[in-house]
């Protein structure tokens, strides 16, 4: 028997270990008055208070959920009965799960997080929370006590990778145990009550196979990204927030060499690269004296001096920019990141801007020729009205004429309309564009079939 209460003084100065005493029984609920969502959630948080008085957390965290929910069941029994609150079985069973969550997780958004339905979850102050399911956002019951109550989650969160989040500092990114990314924002920034945005982390990362299943790629298409990948060449995957860059640049690495030696850098870590040589790094934020921080770009730095074969950062945004495409240009081919863009023309537009953040004394036609040469394909992605992930385009960059960057779109996906229920209709069809990319493919011993890209053609159909 696991010891269940905090230690206490013995007579000799030692430590008792007698289990909890349930407390003296309060005044009995008056008969007939419902068990209202607000009760119960009361009920739960007195349960949970009493328990936090008795029980040793430092013991329970120790040691398997199962055992602590057997053991600690009939101490909640003990203490519901005490309370005074008639529940049948079913309410009974789900306030001891409650409970546990509370004492051994992070409250009300357990079953969230357990959803494997769920994408986002989204605290909008302690009353409203919302969830994307399918890529469409929905309200769900789930509410916290009061404003204490999702303070104290978020500091639960926060505080377990040495960050917190206060009037001081009323913002933080986290990461749970999982993997998955928070973000909290707290009073004076959250004016209707905290805010808290979680990322989930999928335990088993979506392959291509299975994206092709999903319609957000078209199957034909499967052979032109495994023949880039291998060929190493340099990629740009764009596209909006929650629009699934992340989950292809995953499914895109699954097409690396194992052989190869790979270095992923993230602002937080989110890849799950299925190959052995992997090194991974990832950012580190000031401390609260402002202190310490490690950048992506201090990290690109670090990663040419650790003999990679490709290079991986998990999303551009700032002065990196300028540091990834050196390493794309100086012998790191094959390597891949992330940019927030709408269209192809935008992503490089961004990357242009990023440069320009680094410091750098280079001039607008410099920093493109850096780009042009650096880039050979930019891939589009986004979420459509009706919430679905798709690939929309498929880009080369050509080089440059004058000042401008060349591109050409190679694959496109056509909207042609809308279902009765929705869903957006179109197909995914080439340009008629043979691109230059072809040349360097068949070079490297990999032929891909002409008609791919044939004017017209249809790749929506198997």
């Known amino acids: 028997m696991w010891q269940l209460r905090r230690p206490d003084p013995g007579p000799h100065g030692g430590t008792s270990q007698a289990a909890v005493q349930a407390p003296a029984p309060a005044p009995p609920a008056k008969p007939g008055v419902p068990h209202d969502v607000d009760k119960l959630?009361?009920?739960k948080v007195r349960i949970h208070q009493q328990l936090i008085e008795r029980l040793n957390l430092a013991a329970l965290e120790k040691l398997p959920r199962d055992q602590v929910a057997a053991e600690t069941a009939q101490v909640v029994?003990?203490?519901?009965?005490?309370?005074?609150?008639?529940?049948?079985?079913?309410?009974?069973?789900?306030?001891?799960?409650?409970?546990?969550?509370?004492?051994?997780?992070?409250?009300?958004?357990?079953?969230?997080l357990k959803d494997e339905t769920i994408t986002d979850i989204l605290v909008n102050g302690y009353k409203t929370v919302?969830?994307?399911?399918?890529?469409?956002?929905?309200?769900?019951?789930?509410?916290?006590?009061?404003?204490?109550?999702?303070?104290?989650?978020?500091?639960?969160?926060?505080?377990?990778?040495?960050?917190?989040?206060?009037?001081?500092?009323?913002?933080?990114d986290a990461r749970l145990a999982d993997g998955s990314r928070v973000n909290?924002?707290?009073?004076?920034?959250?004016?209707?009550?905290?805010?808290?945005?979680?990322?989930?982390?999928?335990?088993?990362?979506?392959?291509?196979?299975?994206?092709?299943?999903?319609?957000?790629?078209?199957?034909?298409?499967?052979?032109?990204?495994?023949?880039?990948?291998?060929?190493?060449?340099?990629?740009?995957?764009?596209?909006?927030t929650g629009s699934g860059k992340t989950t292809l640049l995953n499914a895109l690495s699954s097409f690396i060499n194992p052989r190869e030696r790979i270095v992923t850098i993230e602002d937080s870590?989110?890849?799950?690269?299925?190959?052995e040589h992997v090194a991974r790094l990832e950012t580190r934020p000031p401390n609260i004296e402002g202190k310490g921080e490690v950048t992506q770009r201090d990290l690109v730095k670090n990663a040419l001096r650790m003999r990679p074969d490709r290079i991986i950062l998990g999303e551009c945004r700032s002065g990196e920019a300028f540091d990834m495409l050196q390493a794309m240009n100086t012998g790191?081919?094959?390597?891949?990141?992330?940019?927030?863009?709408?269209?192809?023309?935008?992503?490089?537009?961004?990357?242009?801007?990023?440069?320009?953040?680094?410091?750098?004394?280079?001039?607008?036609?410099?920093?493109?020729?850096?780009?042009?040469s650096a880039i050979q394909v930019v891939i589009q992605i986004a979420r459509l009205p009706?919430?679905?992930r798709r690939l929309?385009?498929?880009?080369?960059?050509?080089?440059?004429?004058?000042?401008?960057?060349?591109?050409?779109?190679?694959?496109?996906?056509?909207?042609?309309?809308?279902?009765?229920?929705?869903?957006?209709?179109?197909?995914?069809?080439?340009?008629?564009?043979?691109?230059?990319?072809?040349?360097?493919?068949?070079?490297?011993?990999?032929?891909?079939?002409?008609?791919?890209?044939?004017?017209?053609?249809?790749?929506?159909?198997?």
């Open 269 to 275: 870590a989110e890849l799950q690269l299925q190959q």
């Open 130 to 172: 919302f969830v994307e399911r399918r890529g469409l956002l929905e309200r769900v019951p789930t509410r916290f006590q009061d404003e204490r109550h999702l303070l104290r989650i978020i500091q639960k969160i926060v505080s377990a990778v040495g960050r917190r989040v206060d009037e001081s500092s009323p913002f933080v």
């Open 77 to 112: 029994g003990d203490l519901i009965d005490a309370d005074g609150v008639a529940l049948n079985r079913t309410e009974r069973a789900q306030l001891i799960d409650e409970v546990l969550d509370e004492l051994l997780g992070l409250g009300p958004l357990e079953p969230l």
């Open 332 to 372: 790191h081919d094959g390597s891949m990141t992330t940019v927030h863009a709408n269209t192809p023309r935008d992503a490089l537009s961004r990357i242009e801007q990023m440069i320009g953040m680094s410091e750098i004394d280079i001039t607008p036609r410099s920093a493109r020729a850096q780009i042009a």
């Open 392 to 462: 929309i385009s498929l880009s080369e960059l050509t080089g440059m004429e004058g000042d401008t960057m060349t591109m050409q779109e190679i694959f496109r996906f056509r909207i042609t309309g809308k279902s009765e229920t929705g869903e957006v209709l179109g197909q995914f069809e080439a340009a008629g564009i043979r691109p230059k990319f072809a040349t360097l493919l068949r070079d490297r011993g990999i032929e891909l079939d002409p008609a791919l890209f044939s004017p017209q053609t249809d790749l929506t159909t198997p």
């Open 41 to 43: 959630m009361g009920l």
């Open 184 to 240: 909290a924002i707290v009073a004076p920034l959250a004016i209707d009550g905290s805010l808290l945005s979680i990322r989930k982390f999928s335990k088993s990362p979506i392959s291509l196979d299975r994206m092709i299943e999903l319609g957000s790629i078209p199957a034909k298409l499967k052979p032109v990204l495994r023949a880039i990948v291998e060929a190493r060449l340099n990629i740009i995957i764009s596209g909006g």
């Open 386 to 388: 009706d919430g679905r």
